[in-house]
């Protein structure tokens, strides 16, 4: 199946006279002076079910308004003011460029006789795509992005490949925003075709004939691309050759505008099978004969559950990884022509641990399970026997195995805390494996341990957790300490490399990354014991493993900070206002922190799923009890804070963070600086240039460091 992938995903007033009023805090030996600019507030009171409540920074949603521009310049001129007092910071850039610089490469995927993968040769802002005739051809480079813009915030990926192989479907997004366009190349002799498609988001290209179906939106009003709600996300065909509006649409849901909706083709071109989802959680399932004529037909109604097709065996017979009946997933086999559940075959049945994936390649089916959040592969025949166990380098992660069915070699790539992404050759028949290349580095990171442990939550479940620290650390309770957490949407954090952590890592501080609930790394069960009305179960998992941390030694509240993006900054938010005491950094970044409002933004009611949604009384009453922008308090002492957003971020718009920085500004009664530092140019996360990602972890780090009074190897007098 060539699959596409779904990203997680989705008023201006009068003002009154009342403002906040800029405050200096007081100097002492290791505090930098911080005046906070002025933040004019507004009488604006919402009613929710009766209950009152205020907004006063709701003018801080309106992100393209001339005074919110000054206001992130005034922001951002606090923030970079202080950063740059920080004595180390200088050290920690110049020692995380020497870290990051190394080798970056994906495994090959096959056109044809070519092959492409990504490269990036150590500081170049974005990968470069390469191409090579054969496995022992001569790389050439086939586009490189960095010449597309000159701030290097131009990403480019391919994301459908003809079935003749002649072409190569071309995702571009500029600045980070979840918008993209697409082109189309000719693999022999890249040249770029006269096709451009506006409007896509969450979408690849599957190829069919002579062109491949794709999902966008309607083209945005002018002044809302990135902050107002997107709606009729459909599915469309494009031929070759034709303009974007000749495109014939495919599917559509004039009744349902808020959903999603993706397409793709089965790898024997026969089956056009369609995913219909309110949100981030359960979708419908449905397929289209491609060689009959008629509509699409229902494989799985939704919305309850996730049901994806695998492979299509033939005369209509289809594998599906499902978690119906079976919350650790299960693949089954069904009849599209009668899918009745009496007819269903299981053909892996489902197991203990999470079945996470499954994928084709070279004939046989790769089973990607988790295990204690680390991942193991079996290798099967179609019809489920012959298990084999894939041999990987260690407990780690790992990604790959799959290709079309006459595919004699398949790769992927490995990972850990202290092993940086490995590709590696695989014979489909013959199980051996090798690696592609090795990567060079500046540290040694068989000088570091990784391992798991188990912590009880509040409730007294059972939460995993790896911890990575130097080998010979002894735990004294006085190591920085960086606690990262995400607890949400079903998604698992398994162990990964990160050079930006070796900043941490080589200078005695401790990395920790709990499985909160929420996540998916065990089975469906664990995800619903963290989202819409258990949502506080994520937290207190949060909580608990800081009190976990302090009392086995490994730090104290004065050196333990807190960390997580979107959703994991949400996370941050909450446990910061729940137990301020706890922590003494921390980094809210991209978070959802207004969860009254937050599905009225781009993409954000594709999220009501997973967290409920303040028009309804009872998840309104939850929502508002965690609320991070909501639960600040004055004259509580916050922690040390730096917020992290983006401009072009249209997936959590910065209004979250803006008005959770502004409201935290006036309530914080602390001497620790509460700063927000916003990218221009950047998004959400994914595509950032090289030398942005270098110069915010070097500032993270350097606020880090200096609010938990640690002190540095490589600091220069």
Same mark, same amino acid.
């Given at each position: 199946?060539?699959?596409?992938?779904?990203?997680?995903?989705?008023?201006?007033?009068?003002?009154?006279?009342?403002?906040?009023?800029?405050?200096?805090?007081?100097?002492?030996?290791?505090?930098?002076?911080?005046?906070?600019?002025?933040?004019?507030?507004?009488?604006?009171?919402?009613?929710?079910?009766?209950?009152?409540?205020?907004?006063?920074?709701?003018?801080?949603?309106?992100?393209?308004?001339?005074?919110?521009?000054?206001?992130?310049?005034?922001?951002?001129?606090?923030?970079?003011?202080?950063?740059?007092?920080?004595?180390?910071?200088?050290?920690?850039?110049?020692?995380?460029?020497? #870290?990051?610089?190394?080798?970056?490469?994906?495994?090959?995927?096959?056109?044809?006789?070519?092959?492409?993968?990504?490269?990036?040769?150590? #500081?170049?802002?974005?990968?470069?795509?390469?191409?090579?005739?054969?496995?022992?051809?001569?790389?050439?480079?086939?586009?490189?992005?960095?010449?597309?813009?000159?701030?290097?915030?131009?990403?480019?990926?391919?994301?459908?490949?003809?079935?003749?192989?002649?072409?190569?479907?071309?995702?571009?997004?500029?600045?980070?925003?979840?918008?993209?366009?697409?082109?189309?190349?000719?693999?022999?002799?890249?040249?770029?075709?006269?096709?451009?498609?506006?409007?896509?988001?969450?979408?690849?290209?599957?190829?069919?004939?002579?062109?491949?179906?794709?999902?966008?939106?309607?083209?945005?009003?002018?002044?809302?691309?990135?902050?107002?709600?997107?709606?009729?996300?459909?599915?469309?065909?494009?031929?070759?050759?034709?303009?974007?509006?000749?495109?014939?649409?495919?599917?559509?849901?004039?009744?349902?505008?808020?959903?999603?909706?993706?397409?793709?083709?089965?790898?024997?071109?026969?089956?056009?099978?369609?995913?219909?989802?309110?949100?981030?959680?359960?979708?419908?399932?449905?397929?289209?004969?491609?060689?009959?004529?008629?509509?699409?037909?229902?494989?799985?109604?939704?919305?309850?559950?996730?049901?994806?097709?695998?492979?299509?065996?033939?005369?209509?017979?289809?594998?599906?990884?499902?978690?119906?009946?079976?919350?650790?997933?299960?693949?089954?086999?069904?009849?599209?022509?009668?899918?009745?559940?009496?007819?269903?075959?299981?053909?892996?049945?489902?197991?203990?641990?999470?079945?996470?994936?499954?994928?084709?390649?070279?004939?046989?089916?790769?089973?990607?399970?988790?295990?204690?959040?680390?991942?193991?592969?079996?290798?099967?025949?179609?019809?489920?026997?012959?298990?084999?166990?894939?041999?990987?380098?260690?407990?780690?992660?790992?990604?790959?195995?799959?290709?079309?069915?006459?595919?004699?070699?398949?790769?992927?790539?490995?990972?850990?805390?202290?092993?940086?992404?490995?590709?590696?050759?695989?014979?489909?028949?013959?199980?051996?494996?090798?690696?592609?290349?090795?990567?060079?580095?500046?540290?040694?990171?068989?000088?570091?341990?990784?391992?798991?442990?188990?912590?009880?939550?509040?409730?007294?479940?059972?939460?995993?957790?790896?911890?990575?620290?130097?080998?010979?650390?002894?735990?004294?309770?006085?190591?920085?300490?960086?606690?990262?957490?995400?607890?949400?949407?079903?998604?698992?954090?398994?162990?990964?490399?990160?050079?930006?952590?070796?900043?941490?890592?080589?200078?005695?501080?401790?990395?920790?990354?709990?499985?909160?609930?929420?996540?998916?790394?065990?089975?469906?069960?664990?995800?619903?014991?963290?989202?819409?009305?258990?949502?506080?179960?994520?937290?207190?998992?949060?909580?608990?493993?800081?009190?976990?941390?302090?009392?086995?030694?490994?730090?104290?509240?004065?050196? #333990?900070?807190?960390?997580?993006?979107?959703?994991?900054?949400?996370?941050?938010?909450?446990?910061?206002?729940?137990?301020?005491?706890?922590?003494?950094?921390?980094?809210?970044?991209?978070?959802?922190?207004?969860?009254?409002?937050?599905?009225?933004?781009?993409?954000?009611?594709?999220?009501?799923?997973?967290?409920?949604?303040?028009?309804?009384?009872?998840?309104?009453?939850?929502?508002?009890?965690?609320?991070?922008?909501?639960? #600040?308090?004055?004259?509580?002492?916050?922690?040390?804070?730096?917020?992290?957003?983006?401009?072009?971020?249209?997936?959590?718009?910065?209004?979250?963070?803006?008005?959770?920085?502004?409201?935290?500004?006036?309530?914080?009664?602390?001497?620790?600086?509460?700063?927000?530092?916003?990218?221009?140019?950047?998004?959400?996360?994914?595509?950032?240039?090289?030398?942005?990602?270098?110069?915010?972890?070097?500032?993270?780090?350097?606020?880090?460091?200096?609010?938990?009074?640690?002190?540095?190897?490589?600091?220069?007098?």
């Amino acid at each position: 199946m060539r699959a596409i992938i779904l990203s997680s995903a989705i008023l201006f007033l009068t003002l009154s006279s009342c403002t906040t009023e800029p405050r200096t805090e007081a100097v002492d030996y290791h505090t930098i002076p911080v005046t906070y600019p002025q933040t004019v507030k507004q009488d604006v009171i919402d009613n929710y079910h009766g209950v009152e409540v205020l907004d006063a920074y709701r003018w801080l949603e309106v992100d393209t308004a001339t005074r919110v521009e000054a206001w992130v310049e005034e922001q951002n001129e606090v923030t970079f003011g202080y950063l740059e007092q920080i004595p180390f910071r200088k050290a920690i850039e110049e020692r995380y460029t020497e #870290l990051y610089n190394y080798p970056k490469v994906s495994s090959p995927f096959k056109a044809g006789d070519y092959y492409f993968f990504y490269k990036n040769d150590g #500081l170049q802002n974005q990968p470069v795509i390469y191409i090579q005739k054969g496995l022992d051809g001569e790389p050439e480079v086939f586009l490189d992005p960095n010449e597309m813009s000159e701030e290097g915030t131009t990403a480019v990926n391919i994301v459908g490949i003809s079935d003749d192989d002649r072409y190569v479907t071309l995702s571009i997004a500029d600045a980070g925003s979840d918008w993209r366009r697409f082109k189309v190349m000719e693999v022999a002799t890249k040249k770029e075709l006269e096709d451009e498609l506006k409007w896509i988001k969450f979408s690849g290209a599957s190829w069919w004939k002579d062109g491949f179906f794709y999902s966008r939106y309607p083209a945005p009003a002018e002044g809302t691309e990135l902050s107002g709600s997107n709606k009729y996300h459909s599915v469309y065909y494009h031929r070759l050759g034709t303009p974007q509006s000749e495109d014939e649409l495919i599917y559509e849901d004039r009744e349902n505008p808020n959903y999603y909706h993706t397409a793709s083709v089965s790898e024997d071109d026969k089956w056009l099978v369609l995913y219909a989802a309110p949100g981030t959680d359960g979708f419908a399932t449905y397929v289209k004969n491609l060689e009959a004529e008629g509509d699409f037909q229902t494989l799985f109604a939704g919305y309850e559950n996730k049901s994806s097709v695998v492979h299509h065996l033939g005369e209509g017979r289809m594998l599906v990884r499902t978690d119906i009946g079976a919350p650790n997933y299960r693949l089954i086999e069904i009849d599209a022509n009668d899918p009745a559940p009496d007819n269903w075959k299981d053909v892996i049945p489902e197991q203990e641990n999470l079945l996470q994936n499954v994928s084709t390649g070279g004939g046989y089916l790769f089973a990607n399970y988790l295990e204690k959040a680390c991942d193991k592969f079996y290798r099967f025949n179609y019809d489920g026997s012959g298990k084999q166990p894939i041999e990987l380098p260690g407990l780690g992660s790992a990604g790959g195995f799959s290709g079309k069915e006459d595919y004699e070699t398949l790769f992927y790539t490995f990972t850990s805390f202290v092993y940086p992404p490995t590709i590696f050759k695989s014979g489909v028949h013959t199980g051996l494996r090798e690696p592609v290349c090795k990567i060079p580095l500046k540290f040694d990171p068989w000088e570091y341990v990784e391992k798991q442990g188990m912590y009880r939550s509040k409730d007294d479940t059972e939460v995993s957790m790896f911890i990575v620290h130097k080998k010979d650390l002894e735990l004294n309770g006085d190591h920085p300490t960086y606690l990262y957490g995400y607890g949400g949407f079903n998604i698992s954090l398994t162990p990964s490399f990160s050079s930006s952590r070796m900043v941490l890592l080589e200078n005695d501080g401790v990395f920790a990354m709990p499985n909160l609930r929420g996540g998916g790394e065990y089975g469906e069960a664990w995800h619903e014991a963290g989202m819409l009305l258990n949502k506080q179960n994520v937290c207190d998992d949060f909580i608990a493993a800081a009190e976990y941390l302090i009392a086995e030694g490994y730090t104290n509240k004065d050196k #333990l900070a807190i960390a997580g993006g979107s959703n994991g900054g949400l996370l941050v938010g909450a446990a910061m206002t729940q137990r301020p005491d706890l922590f003494a950094v921390a980094f809210p970044a991209v978070g959802v922190m207004d969860m009254l409002r937050y599905h009225k933004f781009t993409v954000g009611k594709g999220w009501i799923p997973e967290y409920g949604s303040s028009d309804d009384p009872e998840h309104f009453e939850n929502l508002y009890g965690y609320s991070p922008l909501h639960n #600040l308090e004055e004259g509580v002492e916050y922690p040390a804070t730096m917020i992290t957003t983006a401009d072009h971020d249209d997936r959590v718009v910065p209004a979250h963070s803006f008005k959770f920085a502004a409201r935290l500004q006036e309530a914080h009664a602390g001497k620790h600086p509460v700063l927000i530092r916003i990218e221009t140019d950047a998004g959400h996360g994914a595509g950032k240039p090289t030398s942005k990602i270098i110069e915010e972890q070097a500032d993270k780090w350097a606020f880090f460091f200096y609010n938990t009074n640690s002190p540095l190897k490589y600091l220069k007098s």
